[in-house]
């Protein structure tokens, strides 16, 4: 069974999420020289400022220095564009570490391939590590995650077996080229967890978690993954949830 922790307000899920990133930090950083971690864009990113930068507890806990990021999924556009997962978490974590001794080797898309959306998908694909300690992802209001979205057109991304990163098209959230990890580098990772918040998650929070139509990505992760599967919620995206965690 997947863990679910339920939070009154966004500033206790962002504190307890600090935490659990940290403590998944410890255990990776016991048997390897680096925390090796892949994030999404969207509203995770200013979660992990919070509770990364912002935090006067943990943010001294953070051994940036020894952590490699890469992004679950990327936008198909220049790095400073408003867009792009990486800028969003330049703007928001990266440049208010004052201290550039204190810095994560962060690893975005190679936007030189912009136009050739395949090639930035294969390259990046390659560059990736294997195994992941840690996958943060996020959940849309349609049961997407990554840029691996439901329905007939993308269910070429949700099958794929053998290519790790795949070229993204017509995404329905925009920009419409992206790239994205596909369910193998999921099944490599040490510890998925999904961040959801807000009442714009009720109705697909309970799809999820009580219809458990796995024909939605966010609740095929949880069927498939599920004892390295945890969710840091809102008690607003859970209200309509019957199910108990
Ligand atoms: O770059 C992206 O678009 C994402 O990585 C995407 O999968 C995101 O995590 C969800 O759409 C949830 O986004 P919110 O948290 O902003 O609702």
Known sequence: MVTVNKF???????????????????????????????????????????????DPELAPKVKWTQWKVFFVDERCVPLDDPDSNYGAFKSLVLDR??????????????????????AIAKEYGELMPKEF???LLGCGPDGHT???????????????TERRVMWCHD???????????????LADADFITFVAEG????????????TKNIK?????????FD???????????FTKVKSTF
């Open 133 to 135: 300690h840690l996958l």
């Open 216 to 224: 939605l990505p966010c609740a095929l992760i949880n069927n498939k």
């Open 8 to 54: 009154s307000s966004s500033d206790k899920l962002a504190h307890e999420l600090g935490e659990y990133i940290i403590s998944k930090q410890e255990i990776a950083l016991e048997h390897s020289m680096f925390f090796q971690i892949a994030i999404s864009g969207g509203s995770l990113t200013k979660v992990l400022q919070k509770c990364l930068i912002d």
């Open 171 to 185: 995404s329905p959230k925009p920009p419409s080229d992206r790239v994205t990890v596909t369910l193998p580098v």
């Open 227 to 237: 004892k390295k599967v945890t969710w840091f919620v809102n008690d607003e995206a």
């Open 199 to 210: 009442a714009s998650k009720q109705d697909i929070m309970q799809e999820i978690f009580d």
């Open 146 to 160: 990554c840029s691996l979205f439901p329905g007939e057109k993308h269910r070429y991304l949700i099958n794929e």
């Open 97 to 118: 570490l004052t201290n550039n001794g204190t810095r994560p080797s962060v690893h975005p898309i190679n936007v030189k391939l912009l136009g050739q959306n395949e």
